[in-house]
């Protein structure tokens, strides 16, 4: 089977959060068939919820669509490295293999901060591809905050 990457679709539901005044992240579940489940941008503001980020919000998604509180198989493709809540969400869901676009340094949970799947409390560890297409991440991220310096 030919690698097929959805980072594109991530990055679409990132360029939308940022046009709704949320930081730029977007997200997508693909299902073991090749099939989008869920795609999601952070929405924190809109709905005024610290936890309404694009991981979260695709994993509840695809969750309530699958009618399970797992996703075994499936891939999930974020723009930016998870921070600690979302990578244990990811664990937590089973998630087969993750995709994510720019490191981040500074709230990350997976090669930075908590380092949520080397910790030994971890019980599911996904693949993790990172560098996924970062360049357009960082550039939506940057010309955000930019903005608003
Ligand atoms: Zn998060």
Redesign the pocket.
Same mark, same amino acid.
């Given at each position: 089977m030919v690698f097929r990457s959805y980072m594109d679709i991530a990055l679409e539901e990132a360029r939308a959060a940022g046009e709704r005044g949320e930081v730029p992240?977007g997200a997508v579940i693909v299902a073991p068939d090749g099939t989008v489940a869920a795609r999601a941008g952070n929405r924190t503001r809109e709905l005024n919820d610290p936890?309404a980020? =694009?991981?979260?919000l695709a994993i509840r998604a695809a969750c309530a669509a699958l009618g399970s509180e797992r996703l075994p198989g499936h891939d999930l493709y974020v723009t930016l490295e998870?921070?600690?809540?979302?990578?244990t =969400?990811i664990s937590a869901a089973r998630i087969a293999r993750l995709y994510y676009g720019a490191a981040d340094p500074k709230?990350g949970?997976v090669a930075h901060g908590a380092r949520i799947f080397s910790h030994r409390q971890c019980h599911h560890v996904p693949e993790v591809y990172d560098h996924i297409d970062a360049k357009p991440s960082e550039e939506l991220l940057k010309a955000f905050f930019a903005e608003r310096r």
């Amino acid at each position: 089977m030919v690698f097929r990457s959805y980072m594109d679709i991530a990055l679409e539901e990132a360029r939308a959060a940022g046009e709704r005044g949320e930081v730029p992240v977007g997200a997508v579940i693909v299902a073991p068939d090749g099939t989008v489940a869920a795609r999601a941008g952070n929405r924190t503001r809109e709905l005024n919820d610290p936890t309404a980020h =694009a991981e979260i919000l695709a994993i509840r998604a695809a969750c309530a669509a699958l009618g399970s509180e797992r996703l075994p198989g499936h891939d999930l493709y974020v723009t930016l490295e998870p921070c600690p809540m979302c990578a244990t =969400a990811i664990s937590a869901a089973r998630i087969a293999r993750l995709y994510y676009g720019a490191a981040d340094p500074k709230s990350g949970g997976v090669a930075h901060g908590a380092r949520i799947f080397s910790h030994r409390q971890c019980h599911h560890v996904p693949e993790v591809y990172d560098h996924i297409d970062a360049k357009p991440s960082e550039e939506l991220l940057k010309a955000f905050f930019a903005e608003r310096r």
